[in-house]
T-cell receptor, first 117, second 110 residues
Framework: DAGITQSPRYKITETGRQVTLMCHQT?????MFWYRQDLGHGLRLIYY???????DKGEVPDGYVVSRSKTENFPLTLESATRSQTSVYFC????????????????FGAGSRLTVL | QKEVEQDPGPLSVPEGAIVSLNCTYS??????FMWYRQYSRKGPELLMY????GNKEDGRFTAQVDKSSKYISLFIRDSQPSDSATYLC??????????FGKGTTLSVSS
């Protein structure tokens, strides 16, 4: 099925553990994004990628690592999870012109709900 | 001051009411303005998009941008229970990523 898929949808982990959230899109969109959504803060950008092997920090990158070896995948890794990283994480993608001009029309995945105990 | 301010609500209205949702912003370089709708436990989806100032209408929805006041609005006419969701404003300037407001939670009762 075409679209953007996140996995796992729900994850419970413990402080200090490494966690990887996966994101896969089937449109060959150039741009991919990771946001976290928290009550009182709304959506905040963690990292984004303009193409394979090109990534850049967003507003709240500390404690997160991303990679993009293939255009369709953009995994987000929490190397040593902390309680403050309990959140809902959204992956999104956008067409190639999204960042330069025109609408930054993001298509979001369904989210990954992460709880760090 | 955050770049984008949005009252989180919640906002409760009866079916058929006109709803007004608003955001203010501080960055005069913002050119692209969007409204996303997010249903519970789902990802946001694009509802309306406006470039620069002016109005845009799509069915029961109207988006307005007033760049002189740094103020954007979304109006929903004849609101329906299916409109119950969180509405997020988003905006950006050329070459940058979207900045989102915190979202306003709307509940429309039948």
């Amino acid at each position: 099925d075409a679209g953007i898929t996140q996995s796992p949808r729900y994850k419970i982990t413990e402080t200090g553990r490494q966690v990887t959230l996966m994101c896969h899109q089937t449109w060959s969109h150039s741009y991919m994004f990771w946001y976290r959504q928290d009550l009182g803060h709304g959506l905040r950008l963690i990292y984004y990628s303009a193409a394979a092997d090109i990534t850049d920090k967003g507003e709240v990158p500390d404690g997160y690592v991303v990679s993009r070896s293939k255009t369709e995948n953009f995994p987000l890794t929490l190397e040593s999870a902390t309680r403050s990283q309990t959140s809902v994480y959204f992956c999104a993608s956008s067409e190639s012109t999204g960042m330069v001009s025109g609408a930054n029309v993001l298509t979001f995945g369904a989210g990954s709900r992460l709880t760090v105990l | 001051q955050k770049e984008v301010e949005q009252d989180p609500g919640p906002l409760s209205v009866p079916e058929g009411a006109i709803v007004s949702l608003n955001c203010t912003y501080s960055n005069s370089a913002f050119q692209y303005f969007m409204w996303y709708r997010q249903y519970s436990r789902k990802g946001p989806e694009l509802l309306m998009y406006t470039y620069s100032s002016g109005n845009k209408e799509d069915g029961r929805f109207t988006a307005q941008v007033d760049k002189s006041s740094k103020y954007i609005s979304l109006f929903i006419r004849d609101s329906q229970p299916s409109d119950s969701a969180t509405y997020l404003c988003a905006m950006r300037q050329a070459g940058t990523a979207l900045i989102f407001g915190k979202g306003t939670t709307l509940s429309v009762s039948s």
